[in-house]
């Protein structure tokens, strides 16, 4: 059979030449999703630019049969993609890059590494509190997918006590995993919180005014889901007033206009949405994209496939 694969830029579609070369019939094209898809037989596997661009409106079911993805969240998606065309998100791409960042973000901000950064131009040695660390403390995941299991593991060598958290309850080899309903309960005894859930109905603004009101005094909410997962005004008014403390990778709205309070507030720390942004996710991207074309040339399901339908 004959497969044609689109790359979103020229230096992408290099690393692919060996399949346009191997006699399996792989026809490579590029095609940046800026534009309808191009004339001529159906792509049967588009890869979508990892800076998202393009208006998904150009997405021609009679041009294009299956996309993959290079994130692993697809919100943006849902419900505008003809019913027709196969999505598939990036599983196994951006799960441990986020949960460094969270690993980052809390050890930074249980140690005022940011406080040390911002002294750095004034050559300011001048004591600092005591902080809290990490050695012995509690941490809530909420959300226990991809990207919580891989915090989870790099928590194991701190020194801390764990508590999972999914959408229902069960039990694994490492213990229980809570239900979302049982947050009330947990909140107040943890000292860090942190988020990685879906973005849906069911996880819009789930950290809003309640959730942080039942948090530990001076407790750390770290969230690297989505930015409309927490209420950015709900978080302004509870790190503003002190009584938590706020990391966030992600926030709503994405940027965050320069004059926003986030910024300036005292116990906030904002990185830009870089959770997966290292070097080596073009590498595992690339043999996602090739365990799929292997998986169509063989008559086989794709991997990853969401349901978009809304």
């Known amino acids: 059979m004959s497969l044609r694969l689109s790359l979103p830029d020229q230096q992408t579609l290099e690393r692919y030449t060996d399949l346009a070369d191997s006699g399996d019939g792989v026809e490579l094209l590029v095609w940046d999703f800026g534009s309808a898809p191009p004339a001529g037989a159906p792509i049967d596997l588009a890869l979508r630019p990892y800076v998202l661009s393009g208006d998904l409106s150009v997405l021609d079911p009679e041009r294009l049969r299956a996309v993959q993805t290079q994130a692993l969240g697809y919100d943006d998606a849902i419900g505008q993609v003809p019913e027709a065309i196969t999505w598939c998100n990036a599983v196994g791409v951006h799960e441990g890059p986020t949960a460094e960042i969270a690993m980052a973000l809390i050890l930074a901000s249980q140690r005022g590494v940011d406080d040390f950064a911002r002294a750095m131009p004034s050559g300011d040695w001048a004591p600092r509190p005591m902080r809290p660390g990490l050695l012995g403390a509690r941490v809530l995941l909420v959300g226990y997918g991809g990207i919580g299991t891989e915090l989870h593991r ?7 006590e764990v508590v999972r958290v999914a959408s229902r309850a069960r039990s694994d080899e490492h213990g229980p995993i809570h239900g979302v309903d049982e947050l009330a309960a947990l909140l107040p005894h ?3 919180v942190a988020v990685a859930v879906p973005y849906g109905d069911a996880t819009h603004h789930l950290v809003d005014d309640a959730f942080l009101e039942a ?8 969230n690297v ?4 997962v927490a209420d950015t005004d709900a978080l302004v008014r509870h790190a503003g007033d002190g009584r938590v403390r706020v990391a966030l990778d992600v926030v709503d709205p994405e940027p965050l206009p ?4 986030l910024w300036t507030t005292p116990g906030v720390l904002v990185s830009p949405h870089v959770g997966g942004a290292v070097t080596t996710y073009a590498d595992r991207v690339e043999a996602l994209v090739r365990r799929q074309v292997r998986h169509l040339l063989a008559g086989e399901p794709l991997e990853c496939v969401v349901d978009v339908s809304g």
Do not use: E
């Open 154 to 160: 790099r928590l194991d060598g701190f020194g801390t």
């Open 190 to 192: 943890a000292d860090v």
């Open 215 to 222: 948090m530990a005094p001076g407790a750390l909410l770290v």
């Open 225 to 228: 889901a989505r930015g409309k």
């Open 258 to 261: 320069p004059d926003h309070p």
